[in-house]
């Protein structure tokens, strides 16, 4: 151990407990309840009968007396959530796995094949990204008419990968830059052509950007709205933030608690994807704000 790490270590008696916990414990244990009350809120919502949903007097709004499945059972077998939930995972992961295709092909092109005007061309597809979808989705609208694709996976399918791969790109971009040259100018002096360099060194040393990149597309077309409204109207063909703003919601009439069963249930896919690739996604994170 360094001389500096000595004395940090001997320090460490000057670090009361209450400092600590001003400066450690306490931050950090407000972050965790503003960022998890929400899922408690909705645990709590799901799991409440209505008579102590709405009568704030006799019952505590954050705790639950009666626990009841009622909200459940009616957002299971009332309305076609499970087809909301297939229909969005096909389309998450199809789009998804487009997406990267393309993103990797061509953050590759960008930033490893050295031409002239790379990084422009870089510029240009973040900026692709920053377009709202609240304007494209008309363009798009008249294009998924013309082709017939109205109504159907297919149509979203196709077109998430439009504000997917630029985001998916450039993330891609900053990590295939901390990648050294000095593999792929070994490779090619071997022999290997540019797509076993891609398939064999880069995308291997790459991957938790890859899993990180996916992981930013899985969650985007999850939760995308707009496209999704626009596109789709048979209620059998709906995803799920569509599906239980459009079915559960009656006029003035907001059927809370199947609303937050179907809110909670929607986010625990993505909420264990997070977790399962938590490191992946650090890591990728890194990589990306380095020149």
């Known amino acids: 151990m360094s001389t500096a790490d000595d004395q940090t270590v001997g320090m460490d008696y000057l670090e009361s407990f209450p400092r600590k916990f001003l400066r450690v414990y306490l931050p950090l244990g407000l972050i965790m ?29 954050f705790w639950i007396v009666h626990p009841t499945f009622e909200h459940i059972t009616k957002l299971f077998f009332e309305t076609d959530y499970p087809l909301w939930m297939w229909n969005t995972v096909i389309v998450s992961v199809s789009s998804t796995f487009i997406s990267l295709f393309a993103s990797v092909c061509a953050a590759y092109a960008i930033e490893r094949l ?17 377009v709202p979808p609240s304007i494209l989705f008309i363009p798009l609208a008249a294009i998924v008419f ?48 540019r797509l076993q360099i891609l398939t064999k060194i880069t995308l291997p040393l790459s991957l938790p950007g890859v899993i990180s990149a996916g992981i930013f597309a899985f969650t985007l077309s999850w939760n995308e709205f707009i496209y999704a409204l626009t596109f789709i109207s048979s209620s059998e063909n709906k995803t799920i933030p569509v599906g239980a703003i459009t079915e559960l919601v009656n006029g003035d009439v907001y059927h809370w608690g199947a609303l937050m069963a179907a809110a909670l249930t929607g986010s625990v896919p993505v909420v264990i994807l997070y977790s399962f690739f938590v490191e992946y996604y650090v890591s990728a994170m890194t990589g990306a704000v380095k020149e």
Do not use: H
Request: charged share 15%.
């Open 146 to 193: 013309q082709l017939g694709l109205f109504d159907g996976n297919l149509a979203l399918i196709l077109t998430y990968p439009t504000f997917l791969i630029p985001f998916c790109t450039w993330l891609l971009m900053g990590y295939f830059r901390t990648i050294p040259y000095e593999l792929e100018e070994c490779a090619l002096i071997d022999g290997a052509t």
């Open 114 to 130: 050295r031409y002239k005007g790379s990084r422009y061309v870089g510029l240009a597809i973040f900026l692709g990204y920053l």
């Open 33 to 61: 309840v503003f960022l998890l009350f929400p899922f408690y809120w909705m645990t709590v919502a799901t799991f409440k009968p209505d008579a102590e949903m709405y009568d704030y007097e006799k019952y505590n709004p």
